[in-house]
């Protein structure tokens, strides 16, 4: 009995001795008061001993047994031989051995142990003799274990050939004193990395000498992960979550400390552990995460065969330490739970997992609904990949959020048989791509979801991912792979990516992938991908797109969380770095932040944050998406912030802020929201909510359904609602794309009838057909539009091969297209066709259109130049109208302001007649919350004659709820010939203005005041008012008739 452990009671028996007088062997059969259900026994052999009569070499075999709480009897076999032993001079202290160790439930496997006890640096190289303190304890060593053997699995043929090296470094070795250690640092080297862990304020229960708490750091390249672990019996509450003592308040989460109500009950009769609490936070996110793991249960081999465990994650402020509230909200900005079992696991003669099965029973973003999964057949390569499996997933239950039934079975087959799929032999001659015998060379994986009867949620689909090729590097990292993809959502296309090329012949010299020296993750790589149309091979559609991923990190978990993405898709280049990321429990991302810039649009970033927006306090708050049953997004906070990164942040330079919410959602035939999903059965999105709050725009709210995809995943039809929170609160647009009436049922089953995209998948002509509505009682508006976009030279609105949009192949952006238009309800009988090319344009002196050169948009991707030809002609054949004006806008002139919003611009008008008038607008303003126009000021040229105009719209009486233009005040004059210094100030204001149910203009009141002036040059406007001249006229206009151009008919 030594104090601060139990008490142990060990009978020796069937001594035997040497010639020398030597014990040679012995059996002990060992009890202790901590594990009163255990009996251990252990029969030494020694097998040699060295000239100083130490032993040299010996057999042990450690048989566990006990009576199992199911009743099972504990029967687990561990077999040591060791061998090669070597002690310190003078001392019985060990200073190197190798231990081959074998058990009875992994017969198939060897372990071998070598241990060098001595002084030790971090990269593992020997520094000196020792390993020991002053008090003979051990505080430094390098150990190297090998997993290895051969077995025959299901009839394939496995094995495993898997090292792992460790360092103790004696510095942070420490013992208390009782001898018990409590602190150590391991350096732990694998093919998966080094890892450095330190371990401190390890404590134990004193009567069984069991340990009940320690804390962990793990850090990988800078990168720290910390657990605290208690192993005891705990308080749990009606939930079930541990109890936590918050010690009277403290000042963060992470002081808060589990309620233990027994010590001693982490562990059962035998000595295995049964429970324990770990709470973890890690140096790159600002997420608490506490874990309980319980009812642990075992087989007889020792092995674990069950649990259950608990995990709940909290969002923390970095600031405070306690829960992030969303002041949207004021619930917690993040926030999960989940309650798992896993049981029934089984093992291969390799003593590795083969088969469990597993039940989560909750999970806080879908209550009410169970996963219950099986999984078997699970194999690995020789250094332990998992090479195949197959589970079985049953998720089913009532949703506690809308009470729909859910019943949904999903597949994942991994596929490699070892004599086909591994490499047979070893190929190094080229040592950056290895291939290696017993590594994977290839398979294929299947993963199928199908819905049963009854669920509400309905699903079939089934994607397919075949892999080869793969090649491995000298620590069994991958260098290449070749995978084609396909999915019955997308059944005419496949996706072929090159992995660790960037082309895709990997005969012409390969892209080599870069890990990290000590942590061994991989820190860079290209990637090259095919997306091919299969009915003619890529005839339809082909786009490649090469990736160049670098700079990247990880955090404690190993996850992604910040790279550097330089993507050139069909020859255009985007970079964007992600330069955050976190992670809920279940690997899925609830919050980034990237900054994108192309190189079509140099000075324009844009960083997006996904989980998290900002309000006007220029405060980030975390805001966590949520998911479905089967992992999919149902609801995403975005918040975007658009910059001009060339010059300075002021009034006119861009810096626009958008928050974007998101959510997938079921909609009746009336277009309201519903209980049900938002995806097809082929797990496609077909109808979302999303609201949009532009700064220096009115909040809009976009209800898109009834969205469908052709067989390449292109959409094809949707329906889009757009209704404004501010400013035109009336009004509602609804948006028919893919369609040229409101009935998609006469559409047909042709996918390509009214869009066409070209082989870059970039559309190319399209219809669709806005309905614009007062959803007021007043029912004031109904205005139904139909448009063709196809191709500037294209003749007619029927699709054209080779007359589409078209496109700048360096940019992607649009360089022409032609649109025609039918108001069915204010003009039905009038098509008005504008085509526009962007670019740098201007009239000779001639009247011709002149192509100056350059390009028609700036470096934020803002049009700035174009010409824009329009024809208004009636379609009745009667020829009643038939007009053509050109427009030039003047690339040179055209500026936005900081929200993006067109402020200044110039534009030359060239009427049927030939006659060119200069249009100058600037100063243009608008009102934050509605972006509503308030006011600007217009210079005309035309025919020699100036004439300027400043107009003023009130932000709030100006516009009705339909966003009409109700009232305004104007003042406009024109700038006498040279040495004339009088001119005519008009006062104008316009008010009353009331529409039809078309949208034209019913009636108005204008008043118009004339003043003489004298003119102010320098300012270009009228100076002092003179008494030559006053004129006020009163015009209250009806206008009762159009015709159906929309021409006045009379009033």
């Keep these: 009995k030594k104090a601060g452990s139990a008490e142990i009671t060990t009978v020796r028996k069937d001594i035997f001795y040497n010639e020398l007088g030597l014990i040679k062997k012995y059996t002990d059969i060992i009890k202790s008061t901590a594990t009163l259900d255990l009996t251990t026994t252990v029969e030494f052999e020694a097998l040699s001993f060295n000239n100083d009569n130490k032993i040299a070499e010996y057999n042990e075999k450690k048989t566990d047994t006990g009576s199992m709480v199911n009743g099972d009897t504990l029967n687990s076999i561990t077999t040591t031989h060791r061998k090669d032993i070597e002690y310190y001079s003078g001392t019985s202290q060990l200073k190197r051995y190798q231990d081959v160790i074998t058990y009875n439930y992994a017969q198939d496997l060897t372990v071998t142990v070598t241990m060098d006890i ?37 009839g394939f043929n ?31 080297f694998s093919i998966s990395g080094v890892t450095d862990r330190s371990l401190t304020d390890m404590s134990y229960n004193n009567v069984t000498g069991q340990t009940i708490y320690y804390k962990q750091l793990d850090t990988v390249s800078g990168i720290t992960n910390i657990t605290q672990r208690w192993i005891s019996g705990f308080s749990y509450d009606a939930a079930g979550d541990v109890r936590f003592n918050t010690n009277g308040g403290t000042a963060t989460l992470l002081d808060d400390v589990p309620i233990i109500l027994n010590p001693a009950a982490g562990y059962n009769t035998l000595g295995q552990m049964t429970e ?21 249960r075992y087989l007889p081999t020792s092995q674990l065969s069950y649990y259950k465990e608990i995990t709940k994650e909290q969002g923390l402020d970095p600031a405070t330490g306690r829960i992030a509230i969303d002041p949207d909200t004021d619930e917690p900005s993040y926030y999960s739970r989940k309650v798992s079992t896993r049981h029934d696991i089984g093992y291969n003669t390799l003593n590795q997992m083969e088969s469990y099965y597993e039940e989560i029973t909750e999970k806080s973003n879908v209550l009410g609904i169970t996963f219950s999964k099986h999984v078997t057949g699970m194999f690995y390569d020789i250094v332990k990949q998992v090479a ?12 506690a959020a809308d009470s729909t039934y859910i019943n949904i079975t999903k597949t994942t087959r991994k596929e490699a048989d070892p004599s086909v799929d591994f490499y047979a032999v070893t190929d190094i001659s080229d040592p950056d791509h290895r291939k290696i015998k017993g590594m994977l060379k290839q398979y294929k994986e299947t993963v199928s979801q199908v819905s049963n009867p009854g669920s509400g949620i309905e699903i079939n689909l089934t994607t397919e991912t075949v892999r080869s090729g793969i090649t491995y590097n000298s620590n069994f990292q991958i260098t290449y792979y070749k995978d084609i993809n396909t999915s019955t959502a997308t059944p005419n296309l496949s996706v072929t990516t090159y992995f660790g090329d960037n082309d895709a012949n990997p005969n012409n010299g390969m892209q080599v992938p870069v890990y ?43 996850q992604l969380i910040a790279y550097i993405d330089e993507i050139t898709k069909s020859g255009i280049k985007t970079i964007t770095s992600r330069l955050e990321s976190q992670y809920n429990s279940d690997g899925q991302i609830i919050y980034s932040k990237e900054d994108i810039i192309a190189e079509s649009t ?41 910059y001009d990164t060339k010059q300075l942040q002021g009034v006119n330079s861009l810096n626009l802020g958008v928050r974007i919410t998101r959510q997938t959602a079921a909609f009746d035939a009336a277009g309201g929201i519903v209980a049900g999903s938002g995806y097809n059965d082929k797990s496609q999105v077909i109808s979302t909510v999303e609201t949009t709050d532009k700064q220096g725009q009115s909040k809009t709210v976009d209800y898109k359904r009834g969205i469908k995809y052709n067989d390449l995943g292109q959409v094809y039809y949707s329906l889009n609602s757009t209704t404004f929170t501010e400013g035109s609160a009336a009004l509602k647009s609804d948006v028919y794309f893919g369609d040229e009436d409101e009935n998609a049922a006469n559409n047909g089953s042709q996918k390509d009838r009214y869009v066409k995209y070209d082989k870059q998948g970039r559309m190319t002509w399209y219809k669709e057909y806005r309905v614009d509505q007062d959803v007021s009682p007043a029912d004031n508006l109904t205005v139904r539009i139909q448009t063709t976009r196809t191709g500037k030279e294209a003749i007619g609105a029927d699709y054209q091969a080779n007359q589409g949009i078209e496109y700048d192949l360096a940019t992607g952006q649009i360089l022409s297209y032609q649109d025609i238009v039918i108001n069915k309800d204010a003009s039905k009988d009038l098509i008005t066709t504008t085509k526009r090319a962007f670019g740098n344009y201007d009239f000779d002196a001639s009247g011709n259109l002149v192509d100056i050169g350059g390009k028609g948009y700036n470096a934020l991707g803002q049009a700035t130049g174009y010409y824009e030809i329009a024809n208004e002609k009636d379609t009745t054949g009667q020829n009643r109208v038939d007009y053509t004006t050109i427009t030039i806008r003047d690339k040179s002139q055209t500026r936005y302001d900081k929200y993006g919003r067109l402020v200044n611009y110039r534009d030359r008008v060239m009427s049927p007649t030939g006659l060119i008038t200069d249009k100058i607008t600037t100063g243009v303003t608008y009102n934050y919350n509605t972006g509503k126009m308030t006011g600007y000021r217009e210079e005309l040229v035309s025919d020699g004659v100036i004439t300027i105009k400043e107009r003023v719209i009130n932000a709030i009486t100006g516009y009705n709820e339909l966003g009409h233009l109700v009232s305004y005040t104007e003042d406009s004059w024109q700038v006498p010939d040279a040495g004339k210094n009088e001119t005519i100030l008009r006062k104008t204001t316009w008010s009353e203005g009331q529409y039809y149910k078309t949208g034209l203009l019913k009636s108005y009141t204008e008043i118009n005041q004339d003043y003489s002036y004298t003119y102010d040059y320098a300012n270009n406007s009228p100076g ?8 006020k006229i009163r015009t209250e206009r009806t206008l009762p008739g159009y015709n159906t151009l929309g021409q006045t008919s009379s009033y």
């Design 388 to 399: 195949a499996y197959y589970e079985v997933e049953n998720i089913t239950g009532t949703s």
């Design 1024 to 1031: 002092v008012e003179l008494p030559d001249y006053y004129s």
């Design 118 to 154: 001595a002084e030790h640096n971090k990269n593992g190289v020997r520094l000196s003799d020792g390993g020991y303190n002053a008090l003979g304890q051990m505080v430094s060593y390098k150990e190297i274990n090998n997993e290895k053997g051969n077995a025959i699995y299901n």
């Design 602 to 642: 140099p000075d324009l970033k844009t960083t997006v944050y996904f989980g998290g927006y900002v309000k006007d306090t220029g405060v980030l708050n975390k805001s966590a998406p949520k998911f479905d049953v089967l992992g999919r997004v149902v609801y995403s906070d975005e918040y975007r912030i658009e």
């Design 158 to 188: 496995i094995g495993v050939d898997f090292t792992v090296t460790s360092v103790r470094l004696s510095a942070g070795t420490k013992y208390d004193q009782y001898s018990r250690i409590t602190d150590y640092n391991d350096i732990t």
């Design 276 to 296: 324990y609490v770990e709470v973890i936070t890690s140096s790159t996110d600002s997420i608490r995460r506490v874990i309980a793991w319980k009812d642990a």
């Design 516 to 558: 990290g020296s000590n942590d061994k993750r991989l820190q860079s790589f290209y990637e090259y991908k095919i997306e091919k149309d299969i009915a003619t091979n890529g005839a339809a559609l082909n786009i490649t797109t090469l990736t160049n991923r670098h700079d990247m990190q990880y955090n404690s978990f190993n």
